[in-house]
């Protein structure tokens, strides 16, 4: 399990909300690409403290409070 994944907030977003989201993310963390934006989903970079907060607070304006680590049972396409 990777601990700066972000997969299993992201398998909660419904399916009408993820470029909403993934968009704030982006906006949130100054990236400028969707590969980037997978790099941190993956939790290929570790996020600083704020970037971590940011991302958490974008999550819980959906409702979504568990966040953080890979959801290896998720069917949901990224």
């Known amino acids: ?3 700066y ?3 299993k907030g ?3 977003v419904r399916q009408k909300d993820i470029e909403e989201v993934r968009m704030a993310i982006m906006d949130a963390l100054a990236l400028t690409t969707k590969p980037a934006f997978y790099n941190r989903l993956n ?3 570790e996020p600083k403290v ?3 907060k940011s991302i958490e607070d974008i999550f819980n304006q959906y ?3 568990e966040i953080w680590g890979d959801d290896e049972c998720s069917n949901t396409s990224i």
Request: charged residues 15%; proline residues 0%; glycine residues 12%.
């Open 5 to 7: 994944s972000f997969k």
């Open 10 to 12: 992201w398998s909660q």
């Open 43 to 45: 939790g290929d970079v």
């Open 1 to 3: 399990m990777n601990s």
């Open 50 to 52: 704020s970037e971590a």
């Open 63 to 65: 409702g979504i409070n």
